[in-house]
């Protein structure tokens, strides 16, 4: 029993690589569909404004440029905490992965300023569609963020314990992948939702 | 079938150190790292400033540049994919390029294109 779920850790494709890493990628690549989907639902509504505020009167162009900033940076310190994983290095490992959770929670904590600013200005969720369209694209990646600080936290829990299963290299940058992408989306998000006028 | 198993279990291992040394053959260096986080900085520097500054009919198509040109940054060096097997890059496009394929269509069909 033990054999075999040691064996399993070590799992690769017949190609030769980690099926954990390909999951992952898959994974990443179906999320496209995803905030796509959001995306493309925001870019058609954002217009529809029947009542309340319309977008130019609600968004903080600076505030959200200095959240967009620090997400940006969570991915530098996310790279080194793989670099250092890669290296063994676990006290600079956990140095980076908790740097990265608090930068993550720094733009969680800037979305929720940012949701109560524009609830307080009348813009609610059932407001109008671009009310609607704003919050579940932009909460959908709230929650997306939400969920890595989650990991990360989880990571530097177990691997203070030294009970990471498997490489933990891999599972470092596996938690890496997903951050980063979390990233790129709200690339993509801060441009067209909030720099692109209606 | 204990054999088999320990054997697969030291060949997975050997698949694994290769990967992990590959990976640290194919990761930028530190110094690496911070020169592509300040040029996504700058990037989105100008980006915010669109903002407030005029770039007439360049406004538009440069925003749209400059959110491509970091997004495929971060994918190339953060993410490594730039560095890794190609089987990635075939998962992650594939779904980038069907997800950008359906809903261009999508918003097409509602003339999203022609306001």
Redesign the interface.
Known sequence: MADTAVAHEGHTSSTGISNVKLGMWLFLGSECLLFGGLISTYMLYRGRVSNGPTPEQVYDIPFTSVSSFVLLMSSLTMVLAVSAAAKKDDRGTNLWLVVTALLGATFVGGQVYEFTAFYNEGLGFTTSLFGSSFYTLTGFHGVHVTVGIIMLMALVAINKRSRVPGSKAETVEMIGLYWHFVDIVWIIIFTLVYLIPV | M?TH??E??AA??G??AH??AE??EH?MS?RG??N??LI??AI?AL??S??YVDFGPLF?PA??I??VV??FM??SY??HLKFD?K??SW??????F???G??VA??GT?H?FLR
């Open positions: 204990t198993t320990t697969h279990t997975s291992h698949d694994r990967g992990s990976h640290a990761g530190t790292y911070i592509i986080a996504l900085a989105t980006e915010v669109t903002y538009l925003l749209l400059m959110m970091k997004f971060v994918v953060f993410m097997n089987i990635f998962m992650f496009y594939a779904g980038l069907l997800a950008v359906v809903y999508a918003l509602f999203f």
